[in-house]
């Protein structure tokens, strides 16, 4: 899990609220990936760590440009957030119940 933070100029007058974000890590290749289903947000890197911090500058860049442009609670609406509290003053993250893998079949190639 990381922790939703923000730091640019027009977000240090903004309240914030802290939220812990689920982030899978996995392996494509050579790659580690870092994605966040409750974002739909995905980096990666040579190294996990570097996928890490890659995911927490393109959060920070997600956050900061989604506020820029005035849709952060369109967005996080469309990811399944919800607005919570009276007068719905908090964000609530869709709930990480757990994964499954599932065995399929593919067609092989021919």
């Known amino acids: 899990m990381v922790s939703l933070f923000m730091k640019g100029e027009k977000m240090a007058k903004l ?3 802290k ?3 689920n982030v899978v ?3 494509e290749g050579e790659k580690f ?5 409750a974002l739909d947000l995905s980096t990666c890197g040579d190294t996990q760590e570097q996928a890490k911090g890659r995911f927490e500058d393109a959060l920070q860049l997600f956050l900061e440009e989604t506020d820029k ?3 952060i609670e369109d967005v996080l ?3 399944g957030w919800k607005k919570v509290g009276h007068p719905q003053k ?3 993250p869709p709930v990480y119940i757990g994964q499954t893998q599932e065995e ?3 067609p092989c190639p021919a």
């Not at 990936?33 to 289903?37: C, F, K, N, Q, V």
Request: proline share 4%.
């Open 15 to 17: 309240k914030f609220q």
């Open 19 to 21: 939220v812990s974000l």
């Open 25 to 27: 890590f996995y392996r």
């Open 33 to 37: 990936i870092a994605y966040s289903p």
């Open 69 to 71: 442009m005035g849709t």
């Open 77 to 79: 609406l469309e990811c």
């Open 90 to 92: 908090m964000w609530l």
């Open 104 to 106: 399929v079949r593919l």
